[in-house]
């Protein structure tokens, strides 16, 4: 069950402890929910009310709530309030970021992105923090280059895909529009109505072109230069071609002066393409490192 | 932790409900209408049945005590019915409670089968059972009541 309190193990004197404290809170909170309407729920309703409840205590634990006091002593009651104070403030948050995501949106056109960006803006009308934390309502269909782990709850998972999308936009903004939109041209039929992450081939074609000594910014990978990609990556064992990867990802950031955690995002996403590499070397690098559409 | 069946203080809720039992025969003295031990923790038991089988979650004791206060008066309710008669209402209340989606609350819905039992059912759960949450609600002068075929 997603927004579990802590993974670190808990005595059974602990457990036993929380799990007394934990039936009156969630009493409470059903009673809340139902504006003391009714005594009784239906089970998968007081199964969210649950989860909602673990997931903000946990974020209250982690901000070192009950950290000086013994568990059997904790006051949920306070943690969750302090809790629910907690997620206030990084909804405020997401939407500062989700507002500066927006603004920082290149100019590339793709509707699954829109619609993406839309509907989180209504994610902060329909987040129910008091009972419902730990759910997302909203839909977030544009893939990332490496998604957030759906185990994330709540706000905390609009936070985390914000940020990678705001880094992959910081990514494609040194990047002309134009040269942009012709190599997603080449690489889909239809880069503004399907399904597709913007960011992925140009990272693979600015990492090619680093590690070829080029200028990334060019985008361009001709014929000739995916043969000395070819011929670059070929003689690699895999470790040293994931790690060229990283390195020509760790290059292309310094050179865009994109900060730590961007670097950091962009070489795990290059490593990534290592996989498609050695599975296209047969086929002369076809598909990975793509020439613009005219 | 947050396993909801693991949570439920099955031995304390079984205790609410045996606490508020007893306090019922009190408020029933005056009908000529009293539960045993063995009646109270049948009906406690059936409780826990019945929000099984209803795949619900309760807090507290439970509703016997407001069924109580709204049939204790019944007509059709004597000391020989008196305990399966209040098990069978307790059932439906979780049924009802779960074919209405929750959307009336337990007092309304309490008042709801008080009102039918004693009205067009004539003291007939079979009658009370065929009802919709909907049909539950529709204040008697408004109801046609038709036996079933």
């Given at each position: 069950m997603s927004g579990g309190l802590?993974?670190?193990?808990?005595?059974?004197?602990?457990?036993?402890?929380?799990?007394?404290?934990?039936?009156?809170?969630?009493?409470?909170?059903?009673?809340?929910?139902?504006?003391?309407?009714?005594?009784?729920?239906?089970?998968?309703?007081?199964?969210?009310?649950?989860?909602?409840?673990?997931?903000?205590?946990?974020?209250?634990?982690?901000?070192?709530?009950?950290?000086?006091?013994?568990?059997?002593?904790?006051?949920?009651?306070?943690?969750?309030?302090?809790?629910?104070?907690?997620?206030?403030?990084?909804?405020?948050?997401?939407?500062?970021?989700?507002?500066?995501?927006?603004?920082?949106?290149?100019?590339?056109?793709?509707?699954?992105?829109?619609?993406?960006?839309?509907?989180?803006?209504?994610?902060?009308?329909?987040?129910?923090?008091?009972?419902?934390?730990?759910?997302?309502?909203?839909?977030?269909?544009?893939?990332?280059?490496?998604?957030?782990?759906?185990?994330?709850p709540g706000v905390d998972y609009i936070l985390a895909y914000l940020d990678r999308l705001g880094m992959e936009h910081a990514l494609l903004r040194p990047f002309a529009p134009s040269r942009v939109r012709r190599l997603l041209a080449a690489g889909c039929p239809d880069p503004v109505g399907l399904l597709v992450n913007l960011c992925e081939p140009v990272l693979a074609n600015a990492v090619g072109l680093t590690l070829l000594g080029e200028d990334p910014r060019e985008l361009e990978i001709t014929p000739q230069r995916r043969t000395r990609l070819c011929e670059y990556f070929e003689p690699l064992p895999p470790h040293r071609a994931r790690a060229a990867l990283r390195d020509g990802a760790a290059r292309l950031c310094a050179g865009l002066g994109l900060p730590t955690p961007a670097a950091d995002y962009f070489m795990d996403t290059a490593q990534a393409l290592h996989p498609r590499i050695e599975a296209a070397l047969p086929n002369r690098l076809n598909g990975v490192f793509l020439s613009l559409a005219p | 932790m947050d396993d909801l069946s693991a949570l439920i203080p099955q031995p304390d809720q079984m205790q609410a409900a045996l606490a508020e039992l007893a306090e019922c025969n009190a408020l029933t003295a005056g009908w000529g209408l009293s539960l045993s031990p063995v009646q109270m923790r049948m009906l406690a038991e059936c409780r826990r049945s019945a929000l099984r089988d209803t795949g619900r979650v309760e807090f507290g004791g439970g509703v016997l005590k407001q069924l109580v206060r709204a049939f204790c008066a019944s007509p059709y309710l004597d000391q020989e019915n008196y305990a399966d008669t209040l098990a069978q209402l307790q059932a439906l209340f979780y049924h009802f409670k779960q074919e209405s989606h929750d959307r009336i609350p337990d007092d309304e819905l309490i008042a709801a089968m008080a009102q039918c039992f004693d009205g067009r059912a004539q003291g007939a759960l079979d009658a009370l059972a065929g009802l919709t949450p909907e049909e539950l609600c529709v204040p008697d002068r408004e109801a046609r009541w038709e036996p079933a075929p």
């Amino acid at each position: 069950m997603s927004g579990g309190l802590p993974e670190r193990a808990f005595s059974p004197e602990e457990a036993a402890a929380l799990r007394q404290k934990l039936w009156p809170l969630l009493a409470r909170q059903a009673g809340l929910y139902t504006g003391c309407g009714s005594s009784s729920l239906p089970e998968d309703t007081a199964r969210e009310l649950l989860c909602s409840l673990c997931y903000t205590l946990k974020v209250w634990f982690q901000a070192g709530g009950a950290a000086s006091q013994p568990l059997a002593d904790a006051d949920l009651e306070a943690g969750l309030r302090q809790g629910q104070a907690i997620l206030e403030q990084k909804c405020r948050q997401a939407r500062r970021l989700w507002m500066a995501v927006r603004h920082s949106a290149p100019d590339l056109k793709n509707r699954a992105l829109a619609d993406t960006l839309d509907s989180i803006g209504a994610f902060f009308q329909r987040y129910d923090l008091r009972f419902f934390a730990h759910c997302i309502p909203c839909d977030i269909d544009y893939p990332l280059c490496r998604a957030v782990p759906e185990a994330l709850p709540g706000v905390d998972y609009i936070l985390a895909y914000l940020d990678r999308l705001g880094m992959e936009h910081a990514l494609l903004r040194p990047f002309a529009p134009s040269r942009v939109r012709r190599l997603l041209a080449a690489g889909c039929p239809d880069p503004v109505g399907l399904l597709v992450n913007l960011c992925e081939p140009v990272l693979a074609n600015a990492v090619g072109l680093t590690l070829l000594g080029e200028d990334p910014r060019e985008l361009e990978i001709t014929p000739q230069r995916r043969t000395r990609l070819c011929e670059y990556f070929e003689p690699l064992p895999p470790h040293r071609a994931r790690a060229a990867l990283r390195d020509g990802a760790a290059r292309l950031c310094a050179g865009l002066g994109l900060p730590t955690p961007a670097a950091d995002y962009f070489m795990d996403t290059a490593q990534a393409l290592h996989p498609r590499i050695e599975a296209a070397l047969p086929n002369r690098l076809n598909g990975v490192f793509l020439s613009l559409a005219p | 932790m947050d396993d909801l069946s693991a949570l439920i203080p099955q031995p304390d809720q079984m205790q609410a409900a045996l606490a508020e039992l007893a306090e019922c025969n009190a408020l029933t003295a005056g009908w000529g209408l009293s539960l045993s031990p063995v009646q109270m923790r049948m009906l406690a038991e059936c409780r826990r049945s019945a929000l099984r089988d209803t795949g619900r979650v309760e807090f507290g004791g439970g509703v016997l005590k407001q069924l109580v206060r709204a049939f204790c008066a019944s007509p059709y309710l004597d000391q020989e019915n008196y305990a399966d008669t209040l098990a069978q209402l307790q059932a439906l209340f979780y049924h009802f409670k779960q074919e209405s989606h929750d959307r009336i609350p337990d007092d309304e819905l309490i008042a709801a089968m008080a009102q039918c039992f004693d009205g067009r059912a004539q003291g007939a759960l079979d009658a009370l059972a065929g009802l919709t949450p909907e049909e539950l609600c529709v204040p008697d002068r408004e109801a046609r009541w038709e036996p079933a075929p």
